[in-house]
């Protein structure tokens, strides 16, 4: 079925263009927090018991350890929290990295507390240390709770492996990956009852207590608040479903006031639909049409139960979304040549982004990868786009060539940065935005870098959890 590209159904208001230097301040923001605690600990004689016996020492660096472990935890947790201002500064993809570093080295520096403070105390009282342990976390207020939420992050940590991620599905993952939540609750309280910085410095409670609201109140108004009152107010539903190729399925939505959707190109929601069963389950896609049309259109491939169940969606059916999510948009695009390079399912959100932005013709180039032309979606409208706005779509079709590369076997005998050249001249001068899957885009954006592209003009969203 071909769809035409709808013009805008009414004026939406003008998003505002997040400074690029909030990225630095952030940034700048989670240090500042790691040396507060640092400075927290000096002040509460944290150096001064080093240089006593060793109990004492390895007491103190079991504070230490434990200090920097919930203060990662509690930055984690702001991650995880979906902050419009963290997402647009960001971006799902360093995020992602950000949140992966920040878990395995909350959780060392967590393993390295417990083993140091049960050291520390088993040699001050002169117990074995198996002993001190079970007196620890049996007779210590808070640490019952603390050893259950320690177990809630060991689940955590060990399904975010990537063995292990490659066994599970997304829906799985994603589901444990809730008990983060609970683990972090569970596990900090103790320190409130029983740790030395907390209970024996006013600034010291005075930081904490503030940097706990932050993180509750950010999970409470960012995924609770707001994805209740933004589906209370769009009340979204399902107009129709459109098979697009083998696999392949188009939704569209409608609802009230879409047009006051935060929403741009090339962004993506957590979607849920209430079809029965599994409805829980939260799966993330990108918009695939622009979305100031009165009409919202995501489009999926089916990849698992969760996808595969999108096809027998009826009109009707609610929708829920969290979101808007993610960075490749044209927020900061001011003019000039545009290279968009897709494989896949990735053709989405260039897809939408074609729609928005502002481009004379000639000044636009989508190189879409393909493993046949079988692959290819949105003939229909690559033609329209190529025809009525003068997007160059040059298609790269087939198998993939025996190496780490973005490009088909055919063209295997160009190395990726000249064949980037030679399919789009102008890529050194361009904004360029990549989609698909993950070691594809790792291999075109190095591309784009080798052929000349500013990497603060390379834009990427992956295909990876």
């Known amino acids: ?5 709808a013009p805008p159904a009414a004026p939406r208001a003008v998003l505002p263009v997040t400074p690029k230097w909030w990225a630095d301040a952030g940034a700048g923001v989670a240090w500042v ?30 504070r230490l350890t434990g200090l920097l472990a919930s203060d990662l935890l509690l930055l984690q947790v702001l991650l995880m929290a979906r902050v419009p201002l963290v997402e647009r500064v960001f971006g799902q993809d360093r995020l992602a990295r950000w949140h992966r570093w920040i878990g395995f080295s909350s959780f060392h520096l967590m393993v390295a507390h417990i083993v140091l403070i049960t050291i520390g105390y088993a040699g001050a009282a002169r117990t074995d240390v198996p002993g001190e342990l079970w007196e620890l976390v049996v007779d210590y207020p808070g640490m019952l709770l603390a050893t259950a939420g320690t177990l809630l992050l060991v689940l ?33 309280p103790h320190q409130i009852w029983t740790g030395t910085d907390f209970t024996g410095s006013a600034w010291s409670r005075a930081y904490w207590w503030t940097l706990y609201a932050a993180a509750a109140g950010a999970v409470l108004v960012w995924r609770v608040g707001v994805p209740l009152w933004r589906n209370a107010r769009h009340r979204l539903v399902v107009d129709r479903v459109v098979a697009e190729g083998p696999g392949l399925t188009s939704v569209y939505l ?13 962004q993506f929601f957590q979607w849920r639909f209430l079809d029965g069963p599994g409805w829980s389950r939260a799966h993330p896609y990108s918009l695939s049409a622009t979305p100031h049309t009165g ?28 979101g808007p999510y993610g960075r490749l948009t044209g927020e900061h695009h001011s003019g000039g040549p545009v290279v968009l390079l897709a494989c896949g399912i990735g053709v989405t959100p260039l897809l939408a982004l074609l729609g928005e932005l502002h481009l004379a013709p000639g000044q636009a180039t989508l190189v879409y990868r393909a493993g046949s032309e079988a692959e290819v979606a ?33 063209a295997a005998g160009l190395s990726d940065a000249e064949a980037l050249r030679r399919v789009a001249p102008h890529v050194a001068a361009a904004d360029v935005y990549l989609c698909g899957p993950e070691a594809w885009t790792v291999a075109a954006a190095a591309a784009a870098r080798t052929a000349g592209a500013a990497p603060a003009r390379i834009h990427t969203e992956q295909f990876a959890w």
């Open 378 to 410: 949105f003939r229909a409208e690559l033609d329209w786009l190529a025809r009525h706005r003068g997007v160059r779509v040059v298609y790269l079709l087939g198998p993939r060539a025996r190496r780490e590369s973005w490009l088909p076997a055919s």
């Open 156 to 188: 955590v940590v060990v399904t975010s492996m990537r063995a292990a991620r490659r066994k599970l599905r997304y829906e799985s993952w994603h589901l444990l990956h809730l008990y983060a939540y609970l683990g972090v609750g569970l596990a900090l």
């Open 1 to 5: 079925m071909t769809t035409t590209l």
């Open 33 to 62: 927090s790691m040396l507060v605690v640092l400075a927290l600990w000096v002040a509460n004689d944290g150096v001064q018991d080093l240089g006593g016996a060793w109990p004492d020492a390895l007491t103190s660096l079991g």
């Open 295 to 322: 009409v919202l259109r995501i489009t999926v491939k089916d990849l698992g139960d969760g996808s595969a169940r999108v096809a027998r969606l009826r009109p009707g059916t609610r929708a829920l979304i969290e």
């Open 254 to 266: 409608r609802g009230r006031d879409l047009d006051r959707l935060p929403v741009r190109a090339g």
